[in-house]
């Protein structure tokens, strides 16, 4: 799994993206994009110009753990509603894990539902997590690798699955939800 370290970088030195744009000349988007870590690609062009805005080597940039994880498969379906008092939805996606050249497809189960009356906006909503076959070997591989992982790449696997779960598991009358955090989901199993 690589990542772009540069939302850790512009923290620490209390940068903010519109002044790097303006100061390096690289777009806000593009720096939007690797902070965020959604981008699909790089130039070197950018590489060599961020490290020497930031005094840094590209190690300290983009980071690589040898284990990736990719979120698949994002789907929800509207599973009760009482008007005036509850919507559930529940749902599902799955983790597949590459390690070396050993893959692991981990599904996992969710559910959401309403923490406030449906009619009375804004909808407060919550996320839960949790394996569908804990005992798998799957499962277990899962949470060897998972907990070998550092901080940083587990925040970055935490913010994909949310943004995954996001237009599928919240409906869109909803105006603020939570989700569990995937090491809380993890620990409970």
Known sequence: MLIFNLSVLLAERNLKINK??????????????????H????????????CLYLNVSPSDLMKIHPVDFRI????AS????????????????????????????VPFN??????????????????????????????????????????IFKSQLNTNLFDELESVAFPLYCGEYTISNLDEAIRQL
């Open 78 to 105: 509207l599973y009760n509603e009482r008007v005036k008092q509850d919507t559930t939805l529940k749902g599902s996606f799955i983790i597949r894990i590459k390690a070396g050249l050993k893959y692991y497809v």
């Open 110 to 151: 969710t559910y959401t539902k309403s923490l406030s009356d449906i009619n009375v906006p804004p909808v407060t909503m919550h996320c839960g997590i949790s394996f569908t076959d804990s005992a798998s070997l799957e499962a277990e591989a899962f949470r060897k690798y998972y907990a070998e992982l550092p901080v």
């Open 20 to 37: 790097v744009s303006k100061d390096t000349g690289i777009s806000r988007t593009t720096l939007t994009s690797l902070a965020k870590n």
């Open 39 to 50: 981008a699909q690609g790089i130039q070197f062009e950018t590489v060599n110009t961020l």
């Open 72 to 75: 698949e498969e994002a789907k």
